[in-house]
Nanobody, 122 residues
Framework: VQLQASGGGLVQAGGSLRLSCAAS????????MGWFRQAPGKEREFVAA????????YYADSVKGRFTISRDNAKNTVYLQMTGLKPEDTAAYFC????????????????WGQGTLVTVSS
């Protein structure tokens, strides 16, 4: 499956952004999806994940209550709604897909999209 992330940009602290990840090439609804991020000089970290049906969601503690992951299987797209953005949310955000795994271990996801950059100014 090919993944294309978009929606990044520059936003002031406290602002909001919605990231999208469009999938193609396979049956999107067969895949669990995850969002990860990587800040300059830091390791990639888990942000959020959603199961194939959208019923189960998981969040990193650092974003819980501020970010919401959702999906529209009819549009082959997963979203990450980000509110209350903080400068420490600045990173490249990546979407990932896997048929079997859902969770925060990035090595368990088989497919990856390119990153979309989110910059939060203070």
């Amino acid at each position: 499956v090919q993944l294309q992330a978009s929606g990044g940009g520059l936003v002031q602290a406290g602002g909001s952004l919605r990231l999208s990840c469009a999938a193609s090439g396979r049956t999107f609804s067969n895949y669990n999806m995850g969002w990860f991020r990587q800040a300059p000089g830091k390791e990639r970290e888990f942000v959020a994940a959603i199961n194939w049906s959208g019923v189960m969601t998981y969040y990193a503690d650092s974003v819980k209550g501020r970010f919401t992951i959702s999906r529209d299987n009819a549009k082959n797209t997963v979203y990450l709604q980000m509110t209350g953005l903080k400068p420490e949310d600045t990173a490249a955000y990546f979407c990932a897909a896997d048929r079997m795994y859902i969770g925060g271990n990035d090595s368990r996801y088989y497919y990856w999209g390119q990153g979309t950059l989110v910059t939060v100014s203070s």
